[in-house]
């Protein structure tokens, strides 16, 4: 019972609007001289420094983050870091402080830029910081190919990253591994696995209690069991992260908090499992989660276009949400549906072969013909770099001869297609540049009403009041195009094309060139 309350009165006291938060993040891609370099590392320390910031947990001049730093850099922040808490202290202010470190390491200590980072003096930057509460994350790693090995030799001894009990009141020690274990970078999440899965937690996963605040053993926690999930190469991990705290009072502190302004998916009913969340524009992997089996999470992520797919009896379920035109989107099983012959899978279960598929009605006004526009309904292929569109269509056009008495109908049948690539792209939109050809049968009847609608005799001949004639109409075009993306998968766009229309192989029309600036709209709706 006492250590209860020792969790709850410094847990509280962490929420007060006087206590002063600090964190400090650090990654270091660069080991030792024969260390291979870690590719996100940094990257790593970024986005766990982003993480809490957007949570709310350290103001922007209380953060501080080294990207590939020395160890004299570092050094001098812990320095500055102690004299801020020194300060905090004397004015009877409580203070925290979170230290996050991603890099290479070994049982004596860090590696940083070349230079080996003992142990003790970390220990003895812990013990001397005058903090209420002192938090320190550790994921020590060494490179490798597809995961790369964080972290030091196989040896017997202490954990690798155990820190020795602290005096000090108020520490608490997060390592990603034990000790003589590899902590593992992945390619597929572009950064450290333990890293990943913590931050996911952040984002929401971690809520076991749904209460719209992340606590540090939840993150933990969940970090933890989802690390001690992922598989490697077919095998399961052996990385066993670990927790240790020295406290004379015990608690359990808020570390994030879910905004209600945060864009998040609202996930239902969804089973216990990994699920894999990719960018709904670049088809490539966002993140993999590790769902709980929970009633009811929230999971933050930025405002975007997002597929979602799990397994489940050897078959994939899909689903797509939209974070671009509403904050939240809720995610239940049903709306999963089944995806077997169009997605691929590699060895470790990834989708690699995502394509979408739509139609779009478009209308085009011809150059050559200024009363005649196009009107095409086409099959639309998307792909990552390309958008493909096949196409038919028909059009047609009454010219009354007015003083002249002779009127021309034309009507226009033709198929066509067009490749297009992106040259920008946002959440709400891209802007396309491609081209497209085409070839159409023209139909036209030109009929003479100068002498009514009788046939007229003309040298032993009988000419009729109606001529018809057919001709091919080769088209080709450079289009620019702007797409707006709206609610339930619909999108709108607009195009101008410099225009090539050959008649019968020839310049058609009476332009006085062969070309001419096609514009044009469609709307479109993705299956």
Same mark, same amino acid.
């Given at each position: 019972m006492t250590w209860m309350l020792r969790w709850l009165l410094i847990g509280c006291a962490l929420c007060r609007a006087d206590v002063q938060r600090i964190g400090v993040f650090m990654g270091v891609d660069q080991g030792l001289e024969d260390e291979r370099p870690l590719h996100y590392a940094s990257r790593d320390a970024r986005e766990m420094a982003e993480a809490f910031r957007q949570a709310g947990t350290f103001d922007e001049d209380r953060l501080y983050l080294l990207a590939n730093p020395s160890l004299d850099k570092i050094k001098a922040t812990l320095e500055e870091v102690k004299g801020r808490v020194r300060e905090l202290r004397k004015s009877g202010t409580e203070s925290l402080v979170m230290v996050y470190f991603s890099g290479h390491g070994g049982a004596e200590g860090l590696h940083v830029g070349g230079k080996s980072w003992p142990k003790g003096d970390l220990t003895s930057f812990m013990e001397s910081l005058e903090s209420n509460l002192k938090i320190l994350i550790l994921d020590a790693c060494e490179s490798g190919d597809f995961l790369r090995s964080k972290g030091g030799h196989l040896v017997e001894g202490p954990n690798l990253v155990q820190m020795d009990r602290l005096e000090s009141r108020g520490t608490v020690v997060i390592s990603s591994s034990s000790r003589g274990e590899m902590a593992q970078e992945s390619e =597929? @999440? /572009?950064?450290? !696995?333990?890293? /990943?899965?913590?931050?996911?937690?952040? *984002? &929401?996963?971690? =809520?076991? =209690?749904?209460?719209?605040?992340?606590?540090? $053993?939840?993150?933990?926690d969940y970090a933890r069991v989802s690390t001690k999930r992922e598989e490697i190469m077919g095998q399961t991990s052996q990385q066993n992260p670990e927790f240790d705290f020295d406290m004379t009072g015990e608690s359990d502190p808020i570390?994030? *908090?879910? &905004?209600? *302004?945060?864009s998040r998916l609202l996930l239902q009913r969804m089973p216990?499992? #990994? $699920?894999?969340? @990719?960018? &709904?524009?670049? $088809?490539?992997?966002?993140?993999? !989660?590790?769902?709980?089996?929970? =009633?009811?999470?929230?999971? !933050?992520l930025p405002s975007n276009k997002y597929i979602l797919a799990y397994r489940e009896n050897h078959e994939s379920r899909v689903a797509e949400v939209d974070l671009t035109w509403q904050t939240t989107a809720l995610v239940r099983p049903e709306a999963f549906r089944r995806k077997a012959k169009s997605m691929l899978y590699d060895k470790g279960g990834h989708i690699l072969d995502m394509h979408f598929n739509g139609m779009q009605l478009s209308v085009k006004r011809a150059p050559m013909f200024r009363t005649l526009n196009l009107s095409q309904a086409e099959y639309v292929f998307r792909g990552y770099w390309t958008k493909q569109s096949l196409g038919i269509s028909f059009t047609g056009t009454d010219l009354d001869g007015g003083p002249t008495g002779l009127a021309n109908s034309i009507r226009m049948a033709g198929v066509g297609y067009s490749l297009e690539t992106p040259l920008w792209r946002a959440v709400h939109g891209q802007v396309l540049v491609g081209a497209q050809a085409s070839y159409h049968w023209v139909f036209q009847t030109v009929t003479d009403a100068r002498f009514g609608n009788s046939p007229v005799q003309a040298n032993g001949e009988t000419i009729g009041t109606d001529r018809e004639s057919t001709a091919g109409l080769s088209r080709f075009t450079l289009p620019l195009e702007g797409e707006?993306?709206? #609610? /339930?998968?619909?999108?709108?766009?607009?195009t101008i094309a410099p225009a090539l229309y050959l008649y019968d192989f020839k310049t058609a029309g009476s332009a006085p060139s062969p070309w001419g600036w096609e514009p044009g709209v469609a709307v479109g709706h993705q299956f």
């Open positions: =597929d @999440y /572009h950064g450290a !696995v333990f890293t /990943h899965h913590f931050l996911n937690g952040l *984002r &929401g996963l971690a =809520d076991y =209690d749904g209460d719209k605040s992340i606590r540090l $053993m939840e993150a933990f570390v994030a *908090r879910i &905004g209600q *302004r945060q216990a499992g #990994p $699920m894999e969340i @990719y960018d &709904g524009n670049s $088809m490539t992997l966002a993140s993999k !989660v590790w769902l709980t089996g929970q =009633d009811s999470l929230s999971f !933050v707006i993306y709206f #609610p /339930h998968r619909f999108w709108l766009s607009a």
